[in-house]
């Protein structure tokens, strides 16, 4: 991808910053010709990123170059030039939703299969496996991170601040983390004097082993870090909370980062899903694993797998799943108009960006009735949901941010060999 040439790769990416791309790009073009600079795409789309791994699937004139591979490389160079667009960090139901779009477009890339059987089946999720979650800052975050925001950019949001909504001291907006089982209290590391090649093994109560990841080479003076979460303690937890939402009054949301940590934090999602819809999963339990229900996929695995049965049948679970509400705090939407919950798709709730959403809402979310209303923000690690309780704690007694004066945290970091942010 390198050449003697002056250039600019233009990531293409997903969704919003796909659209933008569009008005954008021309305008960007048109101001670096005069200097000689010139614009190179590359498409390290969710759409594209499946078309590269699946070459063996797909006529000759359908196949892609893998760009993120590419981009990988380049970025070894001292002169590489980067714009890198927000992409998708693609959950299990977003991943399934491209396959489609890109099967009906005649592109015969294979099904998704949670729980492969044959060799096949394994071959294609070990390649999916690679597409899910942030499969691409890692790859281009090579070297020390540094975002801060340009002066220009400071200057523009104090003279045209975003609407802050008012705080008040009796707000009833609080935290909820865990107090013990959770990854923060279990964590344990050790700094390698020696290189050396480790192993990822899981031993169950009655001594049995399985070997999750096998040959990890690892450097000297390189930092292995170690921890699990107790299905125990969470799933007490997500309970007590529940509980305490229906005693206070206060709405209840959760707030996980299923993208990022694509191994770990589904499975917490689908804990909080098990818990909040108790009844329907236990009423139900045996035929949605017959029918392929994954309650870490969300709600929506509920809603969407039933479709399978026969009507009568499926008006009888929606008819249980709306009971469920009936004893149970209220929940906080996405979208209250559709019946969106805060449970529905774990891709739907990001918590640095549903977090920092609320408290400039006056530490609300959308309730059910299209009000805003109070809530108890479920984060389950305890790592950095004292952070966000600090925030509302300061808004409380401060009042709200005000962008007109308030400052900006520059973000530096390692980044290097997926880091520790990437240690999901």
Same mark, same amino acid.
């Given at each position: 991808?390198?050449?003697?040439?002056?250039? /600019?790769?233009?990531?293409?990416?997903?969704?919003?910053?796909?659209?933008?791309?569009?008005?954008?790009?021309?305008?960007?073009?048109? %101001?670096?010709?005069?200097?000689?600079? #010139?614009?190179?795409?590359?498409?390290?789309?969710?759409?594209?990123?499946?078309?590269?791994?699946?070459?063996? %699937? &797909?006529?000759?004139?359908?196949?892609?170059?893998?760009?993120?591979?590419?981009?990988?490389? %380049?970025?070894?160079?001292?002169? *590489?030039?980067?714009?890198?667009?927000?992409?998708?960090?693609?959950?299990?139901?977003?991943?399934?939703?491209? /396959?489609?779009?890109?099967?009906?477009?005649?592109?015969?890339?294979?099904?998704?299969? #949670?729980?492969?059987?044959? *060799?096949?089946?394994?071959?294609?999720?070990?390649?999916?496996?690679?597409?899910?979650?942030?499969?691409?800052?890692? !790859?281009?975050?090579?070297?020390?991170?540094?975002?801060?925001?340009?002066?220009?950019?400071?200057?523009?949001?104090? =003279?045209?601040?975003?609407?802050?909504?008012?705080?008040?001291?009796?707000?009833?907006?609080?935290?909820?983390?865990?107090?013990?089982?959770?990854?923060?209290?279990?964590?344990?590391?050790?700094? @390698?004097?020696?290189?050396?090649?480790?192993?990822?093994?899981?031993?169950?109560?009655?001594?049995?082993?399985? !070997? &999750?990841?096998?040959? &990890?080479?690892?450097?000297?003076?390189?930092?292995?870090?170690?921890?699990?979460?107790? =299905?125990?303690?969470?799933? =007490?937890?997500?309970?007590?909370?529940?509980?305490?939402?229906?005693?206070?009054?206060?709405?209840?949301?959760?707030?996980?980062?299923?993208?990022?940590?694509?191994?770990?934090?589904?499975?917490?999602?689908?804990?909080?899903?098990?818990?909040?819809?108790? $009844?329907?999963?236990?009423?139900?339990? #045996?035929?949605?694993?017959?029918?392929?229900?994954?309650?870490?996929?969300? @709600?929506?695995?509920?809603?969407?797998?039933?479709?399978?049965?026969?009507?009568?049948?499926?008006?009888?679970?929606?008819?249980? @799943?709306?009971?469920?509400?009936?004893?149970?705090?209220?929940?906080?939407?996405?979208?209250?108009?559709?019946?969106?919950?805060?449970?529905? !798709?774990?891709?739907? !709730?990001?918590?640095?960006?549903?977090?920092?959403?609320?408290?400039?809402?006056? +530490?609300?979310?959308?309730?059910?009735?299209?009000?805003?209303?109070?809530?108890?923000?479920?984060?389950?690690?305890?790592?950095?949901?004292?952070?966000?309780?600090?925030?509302?704690?300061?808004?409380?007694?401060?009042?709200?941010?005000?962008?007109?004066?308030?400052?900006?945290?520059?973000?530096? +970091?390692?980044?290097?060999?997926?880091? $520790?942010?990437?240690?999901?």
């Amino acid at each position: 991808m390198t050449s003697s040439k002056a250039k /600019i790769v233009y990531t293409l990416t997903d969704e919003a910053p796909a659209l933008a791309t569009r008005s954008l790009l021309p305008i960007l073009e048109t %101001y670096a010709k005069p200097a000689g600079i #010139e614009f190179e795409t590359s498409d390290i789309s969710l759409a594209a990123r499946i078309l590269a791994a699946f070459p063996d %699937y &797909l006529d000759e004139d359908q196949r892609v170059p893998d760009a993120l591979q590419e981009l990988g490389e %380049y970025t070894k160079d001292p002169e *590489a030039n980067i714009i890198k667009l927000p992409n998708i960090s693609a959950s299990i139901p977003q991943l399934r939703a491209a /396959i489609k779009e890109l099967n009906d477009q005649g592109y015969k890339v294979p099904e998704y299969k #949670e729980h492969p059987e044959t *060799a096949e089946e394994k071959e294609a999720h070990a390649r999916y496996s690679k597409v899910l979650g942030s499969a691409v800052n890692p !790859v281009l975050r090579e070297g020390n991170s540094d975002r801060r925001a340009p002066a220009a950019v400071k200057a523009f949001a104090r =003279k045209h601040p975003h609407t802050m909504g008012e705080w008040s001291p009796a707000s009833r907006t609080h935290v909820a983390h865990m107090r013990g089982g959770d990854f923060y209290s279990n964590e344990q590391s050790v700094t @390698l004097d020696k290189a050396t090649n480790a192993r990822i093994v899981f031993e169950n109560s009655k001594g049995e082993q399985t !070997v &999750l990841k096998d040959d &990890l080479p690892l450097q000297e003076g390189e930092v292995v870090d170690g921890m699990f979460m107790s =299905k125990k303690a969470l799933v =007490k937890f997500f309970e007590d909370a529940i509980a305490d939402c229906e005693n206070t009054g206060v709405m209840f949301s959760l707030h996980v980062k299923a993208t990022m940590m694509k191994i770990s934090h589904p499975i917490v999602f689908g804990h909080a899903v098990k818990v909040f819809y108790k $009844e329907l999963f236990e009423k139900y339990g #045996e035929l949605f694993d017959e029918i392929g229900v994954n309650p870490n996929n969300g @709600l929506s695995s509920v809603i969407e797998k039933i479709k399978q049965l026969p009507e009568s049948r499926q008006e009888q679970i929606q008819e249980d @799943l709306h009971k469920c509400y009936e004893h149970r705090p209220e929940i906080a939407m996405v979208d209250s108009v559709k019946g969106i919950t805060n449970l529905h !798709v774990p891709s739907d !709730v990001i918590v640095d960006a549903s977090m920092p959403a609320m408290i400039r809402n006056s +530490g609300k979310m959308w309730a059910r009735d299209g009000k805003l209303k109070d809530t108890k923000a479920v984060m389950p690690e305890s790592t950095y949901a004292t952070i966000y309780q600090e925030v509302i704690n300061f808004c409380k007694t401060h009042g709200a941010f005000d962008p007109t004066t308030m400052g900006t945290v520059p973000n530096v +970091g390692l980044m290097a060999q997926k880091a $520790e942010e990437y240690g999901s």
